[in-house]
């Protein structure tokens, strides 16, 4: 039989699961679920699409129009995504998948096609100066006890630890994605981005069930950091995080991280810590190299219409300076309003 490019649906995808956790190219973000997500979250039009062959999926390709008056039109794979682009058992789906994403943005008219690589760009395509990174390292697991989880954090990191058990921090582990998202806000708006809406959240939940969790940590029963973290193969992705002013006094972040490690390893086997991605210059950027992790750079690329720019829509970008600034000193309630109609063109 020969290949065929097939949409994604209720019926095709658990084989498309099936193969994307079979196949060590693909990553958390090629599950069929993110369509769903990334439509009912954003109302962007999802066009997941898998190769076929002999009945079996031989190939996969996550896609998602995010047009808005803002911030332009793009055809991403994938956005609000770290990672991205086909992923095929064969060359000929490879090419197969390619052909139909380049079909598809000449037949909807999109400026700009991003594919969202982690390991090298596409032949043909343009790559964009590095901008991105990702921090991505193995980690031992040979016990629940701190002293044989001591190797995988760097000596300072784990004096905070230490400061943050003196202090008497503790963690715990469910799925309470309402109280990180009111963490999440407060901390986003502090540094001047806006924030996702807290049904993004409900939805992310509600997807992966099995393969999320939520860390918070609580200082004599006050929250003060939390992050959602996805459970993928082997692998523990902290995603969404954040937390109030008082967490950094207390070492609150550097604990949350640990316990992160920690559970992912005892409970459920992980060996590979995915920081995600940040941007080079920034203090997250920073942070994430302080605990022992290189940067490595990711390889997004793209395929422009005729006149059409990269999108530059960071916080890196010198027009948005202004607004970022403003953006910090707007009170929180004024902050979560104005925010998820802006951020759904950010992805």
């Not at 097939?6 to 498309?16: I, T, V």
């Not at 190939?59 to 047009?67: D, E, I, T």
Request: proline share 8%; with cysteine; aromatic share 10%.
């Amino acid at each position: 039989m020969s290949l065929r490019i097939r949409p994604l649906d209720e019926s095709n995808a658990p084989a498309w699961d099936r193969f994307v956790r079979a196949t060590p190219e693909a990553t958390f973000f090629h599950l069929s679920a993110w369509a769903g997500v990334i439509r009912e979250a954003f109302g962007h039009s999802t066009f997941h699409a898998l190769a076929e062959q002999d009945g079996a999926v031989v190939g996969v390709l996550p896609l998602a129009r995010m047009r808005t008056r803002l911030f332009g039109d793009l055809l991403s794979s994938t956005p609000f995504c770290v990672y991205g682009g086909p992923v095929a058992a064969t060359p000929e789906a490879a090419v197969a998948l390619e052909r139909h994403a380049l079909d598809l943005q000449r037949r909807l008219g999109v400026p700009a096609l991003e594919f969202r690589r982690r390991d090298g760009v596409d032949p043909g395509w343009q790559p964009r100066p590095s901008l991105y990174f990702t921090f991505r390292k193995p980690f031992t697991t040979t016990g629940d006890d701190a002293k044989d989880q001591a190797a995988n954090i760097p000596r300072k990191q784990r004096a905070e630890v230490r400061k943050a058990i003196r202090l008497g921090l503790s963690s715990t582990s469910d799925s309470d994605v309402d109280g990180l998202h009111r963490l999440y806000a407060e901390s986003v708006r502090n540094l001047g981005s806006p924030v996702f809406p807290r049904r993004y959240f409900r939805l992310l939940a509600a997807a992966f069930p099995g393969e999320h969790d939520v860390t918070t940590v609580r200082q004599d029963g006050t929250p003060l950091s939390a992050v959602l973290n996805f459970h993928f193969r082997d692998e523990v992705l902290p995603y969404y995080g954040g937390g109030t002013r008082q967490a950094r006094a207390v070492s609150a972040n550097e604990f949350m991280y640990w316990e992160v490690m920690r559970r992912a390893g005892a409970e459920r086997g992980a060996t590979l810590f995915d920081f995600g991605r940040s941007k080079s210059g920034t203090g997250a950027f920073d942070y994430k190299r302080n605990w022992g992790f290189e940067p490595q750079p990711l390889h997004y690329c793209y395929q422009l219409m005729p006149g059409a720019r990269l999108p530059e829509n960071n916080p890196n970008n010198p027009r948005y300076r202004l607004l970022i600034a403003a953006w910090k000193r707007l009170p929180l309630p004024v902050a979560n309003l104005l925010g998820p109609p802006l951020v759904r063109g950010l992805g």
